[in-house]
């Protein structure tokens, strides 16, 4: 049968008093340029990964800002470390330093 009408789609709201920041402060701490990120899309826009998978450092600063660790690495796992994105920021953001130390804080977090 067909159902016809308006249906609610359900919340995609995130509390972030819910999210555990600590790792994300971690990240900070050793690599301030988490922060500077301005999203401005320069580093998707030259990435050779991103036009198959999608992957852009602000998203992957985004999800971890948010709690979406799984999102972030999965996007991560298509990233080269060609170093294009580096060339490119705006902000001067070693990227892929940044990428690099996204992996060795949430996975040494992963070991405890
Ligand atoms: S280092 Fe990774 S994120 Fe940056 S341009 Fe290369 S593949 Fe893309
Ligand atoms: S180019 Fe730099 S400032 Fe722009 S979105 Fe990428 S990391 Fe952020």
Do not use: W
Not at 67 to 82: D, I, Q, R, V, Y
Request: aromatic share 6%; hydrophobic share 35%; net charge positive.
């Amino acid at each position: 049968m067909n159902i016809f009408g308006f249906r609610i789609s359900p919340s995609s709201a995130i509390n972030l008093d819910n999210v555990d920041k600590e790792r994300f402060r971690e990240l900070c701490r050793i690599e301030p340029d988490a922060v500077r990120c301005m999203a401005c899309g320069s580093c998707s826009a030259t990435c050779p990964a991103a036009g198959f998978s999608g992957m852009s450092v602000r998203k992957v600063l985004l999800y971890l800002q948010r709690g979406k660790e799984e999102e972030a690495f999965k996007l991560m796992s298509n990233c080269m470390l060609c170093g294009k994105c580096t060339m490119v920021c705006p902000r001067g953001i070693n990227t892929r330093h940044l990428i690099l130390s996204i992996c060795r804080i949430y996975d040494k977090e992963e070991k405890k």
